[in-house]
């Protein structure tokens, strides 16, 4: 089930939130485990298996973890083992069976087939598995949990039914954002009711969250589709406005999602970390992924940077520890050498940056409109990376294939106007608060089912990740 949907915006929101409001005390992790497993597993039943090992191995392991003392080290191993193994094989095996097709023209998964078939006496295929959706988020929360409970940062918990909240919570299931549970353990535990302005004001915001979806970010893509859909015919004109219109749809999708996730939890009586900070008014690479993105910057930093030795050490360890975490983030983003090379770019470049800029102190002497212009000039040829379209939306960007046919032309006029709007919401300073605002949920709340109604819904950019 997916947010921008009839289905969850008529019906299941309107009646999970009312149960939980009316709900006795004791009835309500029950009531909202039950409904995060009907909201998951409303597209595919199957995906409750992998939901439901990931939560067994960590909600299991912890509590064995905490009685064999002598063993804690290797069952934490144990555990992360377990809980990245369906990730691996869903998200990475099709990327490391290609990879050594294409090196050493070896098919793992027909040596698997063939291996299987021996064994079993019967022909069996291996084929590309589907990605579940949101386990790349899944998975991530409960390594958070389980590691949090091996250094002491958190207790163990008991309750099947209240883990089985903190890691299936529908609100943030399936894009994040990735909460420690350390955030969520006194709400788990105390769950009250929450007041109606906590639900007014929750339900507010996701309104907003949906409106920058539908109504921002999905026109933004179909324009993005038209673009990539044949670069000769975009031109370099349609190249670069495209290009502009994918880094803002990206933007207000996620950002978008996790105001819908902070707001549905907010009416439930959940607050959770921000995960966005307008990105795109940061100064610098290092600002912007401080702003973007912040519960996966957090989880790297707490989880991989740190223990690997952060800057507490040489500066080239400092600096391998910089490649390896951005490397493990690209790889994070998708199964694909796009990813990788995503994640390396930005990894060079924040080291550069710091290296030459932050602790040399020229970066505070560069004018803030320069700093700012590179910054996202920077951002925007990493997102061409990340698209997939790298070299051919390049060349085009360059003028290799012209000016672009007067179809696009058109295309690019009727855009603009949404495009500077979205810029204006990215770049501009804070807006003030207007009290006539808290009445515009409805009415952007309207205008979502009626683009819905009129042309569907999109998938979530993060949607399978």
Not at 13 to 33: D, E, H, I
Not at 37 to 46: A, K, N, R, V
Not at 52 to 66: D, P
């Amino acid at each position: 089930m997916v947010f921008s949907s009839f289905t969850f915006l008529l019906l299941f929101m309107p009646l999970v939130l009312l149960g939980y409001r009316l709900m006795p005390s004791k009835a309500r992790m029950p009531f909202l485990f039950a409904a995060s497993l009907l909201f998951y597993g409303w597209g595919s039943p199957l995906w409750l298996l992998l939901l439901g090992w990931c939560m067994i191995v960590s909600w299991g392991g912890t509590l064995l973890m905490m009685r064999g003392q002598k063993r804690r080290r290797w069952l934490l191993i144990l555990m992360i083992a377990l809980d990245l193994l369906p990730l691996f094989w869903f998200k990475y095996a099709a990327f490391f069976r290609d990879t050594l097709d294409h090196l050493f023209g070896w098919n793992a998964f027909d040596a698997l087939s063939g291996v299987l078939s021996r064994l079993l006496g019967a022909e069996i295929q291996v084929s590309t598995p589907v990605l579940p959706a949101g386990i790349s988020f899944f998975t991530f929360q409960a390594i958070s949990y389980i590691v949090d409970v091996w250094r002491g940062d958190a207790r163990a918990q008991r309750s099947l039914i209240v883990f089985g909240v903190y890691l299936s919570l529908f609100p943030q299931l399936v894009a994040g954002p990735i909460v420690r549970y350390t955030d969520l353990e006194a709400q788990l535990l105390e769950h009250p009711r929450p007041t109606w302005e906590q639900m007014r004001r929750g339900l507010a915001r996701f309104c907003t969250g949906l409106a920058k979806k539908v109504l921002l970010a999905d026109a933004l893509g179909r324009f993005w589709g038209q673009v990539n859909a044949d670069f000769s015919q975009a031109g370099a004109l349609g190249s670069w406005l495209g290009l502009i219109s994918f880094s803002f749809q990206i933007y207000f999708d996620f950002a978008g999602y996790s105001d819908m996730a902070l707001g549905l939890g907010e009416s439930m009586g959940f607050i959770m970390p921000e995960n966005f900070d307008h990105p795109y008014r940061a100064l610098s690479l290092t600002e912007f992924w401080r702003r973007w993105h912040i519960s996966l910057t957090t989880w790297f930093r707490e989880y991989v940077y740190i223990p690997l030795g952060g800057n507490r050490c040489a500066r080239w360890r400092r600096d391998l520890n910089v490649m390896i975490v951005w490397a493990l983030t690209g790889l994070w983003h998708g199964a694909g050498w796009n990813f990788v090379l995503w994640g390396v770019y930005f990894g060079l470049l924040l080291i550069l940056e710091k290296r030459f800029l932050i602790d040399t102190g020229r970066a505070a002497r560069i004018p803030r409109l320069v700093r700012h212009g590179v910054s996202y000039l920077l951002v925007l040829f990493g997102w061409g990376m990340f698209s997939g379209f790298g070299l051919p939306l390049l060349t085009a960007m360059t003028g290799g294939s012209g000016w672009g046919s007067m179809e696009i032309w058109l295309a690019c006029l009727a855009h603009l106007p949404l495009l500077i709007f979205c810029a204006v919401l990215s770049f501009a300073p804070r807006l003030p608060r207007v009290r006539a605002w808290r009445f515009a949920a409805p009415v952007l709340m309207l205008l979502c089912l009626g683009a819905l109604a009129a042309q569907g819904y999109a998938p979530f950019v993060y949607f399978q990740f």
